[in-house]
């Protein structure tokens, strides 16, 4: 078998993985067909893994027993790690997993770009460009340098993202000159990587300052961001990577790597402009949140009222429309199939019944309707903000399950807010506001809500799950 045929034939496998990412990632954007998308792209991933063992360039290796040995192993134990990890993640700790994930792909086309621009580096200074296998030309080491920039801050993003979603570390934390520093060492990766592209050879210690800046700027651009816009991070970190496994698809010539980066990347682009424009908010202004105190915050009046099951139940089984608003604390809680159960029982009762979904509610994009989606509850009775703000002037409850800020009207009045100018879910438009929540802490963001003082809203403290729990006996109770 020739090796022409052979390249031939593995690039024409190529074409069939990347066909199927694309059918999958198509169907991933409907919650009807999300799983299946799922699964389409994950037999296009496992059809270019297998393709790669017959790659010329592999069968090449000198040593094609520990080649393929070292590939099984790496495939083993990532896929073992992410098999026992997917199995026993819970669904409320999914973004900090997604985000781990995100970095982990950044990272690995930085270190491809890392091994490629130390094995130029390696070339003896003043060698004639191209005399070399290891030397791609200006164009492929530009390209390297970009994936490796890109794939880096990524990485080391990525890893703040998770640490802080974990509780590993405080949601905002910034130095003194805190950008200026950040950028300081974005525009030193950028001149050492163009003068490793302009003098490739003998610049090994030029290439490990590069990676080392790159790293550490993708660390300081995470720091300052807060809870609140670290959904619209992962989203765009996740366009990072798929950017940089492009490009470092280029350097290998690997035509695998190049269109599953591109269409990774520009769906995590699209992603991330979308969610930015929910916020009202551009990418960049993201991206330098203010490092300072701000101004004086807007002062809260009024006290939060408590109420109880019954209460509650009463004014739901009357009520002609009840709007429900879930939150992260109602992943936390796990009470997504209760909440179900609560909507058929108010649905038997005559009751119109509606989930409304902020762009960014939960810590990733999509994580609230994933939820619901698990719990069995029909897509056409789930509405996005556009489809139902609309609707609160004309709802009787609104019922708030562990949302926080993304119900808060400081967005609408409050300047000194980080969230001011966000779109939010016209809850307090509503004849009644109900609040399931733990507690009075503030949400993930740390803002005060001032929904929670109005006097149309009654708190409903307790564990989400045992709360609505305690509703559907009251609601049962209530007969017909």
């Known amino acids: 078998m020739s090796q022409a045929f052979l390249m031939n034939a593995v690039n024409a496998t190529y074409f069939l993985a990347a066909f199927l990412f694309i059918m999958g990632l198509k169907r991933m954007s409907s919650p009807v067909t999300a799983q299946g998308g799922i699964v389409t792209a994950g037999w296009g991933m496992l059809i270019a893994t297998v393709a790669t063992f017959a790659h010329p360039e592999i069968l090449k290796a000198a040593n094609l027993p520990l080649v393929y040995g070292l590939m099984v192993a790496g495939i083993a134990v990532g896929g073992g790690i992410a098999w026992v990890s997917g199995k026993r993640v819970a669904m409320t700790d999914m973004p900090q997993m997604i985000a781990i994930y995100n970095g982990m792909g950044g990272g690995a086309a930085a270190a491809i770009a890392a091994i490629e621009l130390l094995k130029v580096a390696a070339i003896l200074p003043g060698t004639p460009a191209g005399t070399s296998p290891h030397d791609h030309g200006a164009f492929v080491n530009a390209l390297a340098v970009a994936g490796a920039l890109i794939g880096a801050v990524s990485f080391s993003g990525s890893a703040i993202a998770y640490a802080k979603l974990q509780g590993i570390m ?9 950008h200026f520093i950040s950028f300081g060492l974005l525009a030193a990766s950028v001149i050492l990587g163009i003068y490793i592209v302009m003098e490739p050879a003998g610049s090994t210690g030029l290439v490990i300052a590069f990676f080392v800046c790159a790293l550490l700027f993708g660390v300081l ?19 990072f990577t798929g950017l940089a496994v492009g490009f470092e698809g280029f350097v290998l010539n690997n035509s695998a790597m190049i269109v599953a980066g591109i269409v990774v990347g520009s769906a995590g682009t699209l992603l991330t402009q979308l969610m930015a424009k929910a916020m009202n908010r551009p990418i960049a202004k993201l991206l330098t ?34 709007v429900i608003i879930p939150g992260y604390g109602m992943a936390v809680a796990q009470a997504q199939h209760k909440v179900w159960e609560l909507t058929k029982v108010l649905k038997d009762r005559g009751v119109e019944v509606k989930f409304a979904i902020h762009p960014v509610a939960g810590r990733m994009p999509g994580h609230m309707n994933v939820l619901l989606a698990e719990a069995g509850v029909p897509y056409d009775i789930i509405f996005d903000i556009e489809e139902i703000n609309e609707e609160f002037a004309t709802t009787d409850v609104a019922f708030v399950i562990g949302a ?3 119900v808060n009207p400081a967005a609408r009045t409050d300047q000194s807010s980080p969230i001011y100018g966000m779109p939010i879910l016209n809850a307090d438009y509503a004849k009644h506001v109900i609040v399931n929540k733990r507690g009075k802490g503030a949400g993930f963001s ?4 001032l929904l929670f003082y109005q006097d149309n809203t009654r708190m409903y403290y307790g564990g989400g799950q045992e709360a609505v729990a305690k509703l559907v006996q009251e609601l049962k109770a209530l007969g017909d």
């Open 289 to 322: 949140p203010p490092t300072g105190t701000g101004g004086p915050a807007q002062k809260v009046e009024g006290t939060q009222k408590p109420i109880e099951a019954g209460d509650v139940a009463a004014l739901m089984a009357y009520a002609q429309k009840v």
């Open 446 to 449: 740390g803002i005060e809500n």
């Open 170 to 178: 405080d949601k905002v934390y910034s130095l003194p000159g805190h």
């Open 404 to 406: 926080n800020d993304v």
């Open 221 to 239: 651009m995470t720091l300052p961001i807060g809870g609140a816009d670290m959904p619209v991070i992962i989203s765009l970190y996740n366009a």
